[in-house]
């Protein structure tokens, strides 16, 4: 079964992003525009995610940016959102940090491209695609190839990633400015 979800992400400028977008938009399908807000609940591997469609509850495993994680993904009405948060707040879950994102998501053959902009965050190239602990680690040198044609030269490396999230994650509110 495919459910090792397997990414490649970098931090990119806004020219970057700019200069992806119109490669993508040459090179691969364009799916959609979504914005979604997303939830973590304590120990960032349990999360409550809406975008424009629908809600979802999500469990990934592992650390938040590990290159390989299993995923488990419910999908709920939009509505639902708020019963979800009400429903694990209930059961003593707090509100660990809260993300607000625009993501454009491309299909470059079989891979999925996000281009995102995270309020207060950040902008990120991201590459994923499913696999299983057989083939995640060929997967995971094909998405680092791949983002190198799309004109990124560098990976971010896991430690820059975690010193912003650890940041945002200790000043999101203020960041948003949302009351404690």
Known sequence: MKNVEIE???????????????????V??????????TVYLERESLRIRRDNSYS??????????????????IRFERADFEKLRDLFEKLG????????????????????V????TKGYGMVVELEKFGTEQNKEKIYDD???????????EI??????????????NNWRKILNLKA
């Open 56 to 73: 979802y509850l999500i469990f990934k495993s592992g650390k938040i940016h590990d290159n390989f994680r299993s995923e488990i993904k």
């Open 143 to 153: 998405l680092k190839a791949k983002l190198l044609t799309l004109g990124i030269k």
């Open 114 to 117: 996000f281009l995102d902009k």
């Open 8 to 26: 490649v992400r970098s931090f990119i400028s806004p020219v970057q992003y700019k200069s992806l977008e119109k490669k993508l938009n040459r």
């Open 156 to 169: 971010t490396p896991k430690k820059e990633f975690d010193k912003k999230f650890k940041y945002y994650k």
């Open 28 to 37: 691969a399908k364009f799916l959609k525009e979504i914005k979604e807000e």
């Open 93 to 112: 879950f707090n509100i660990d940090v809260m993300w607000f994102r625009e993501r454009k998501v491309y299909d470059l053959k079989g891979i999925k």
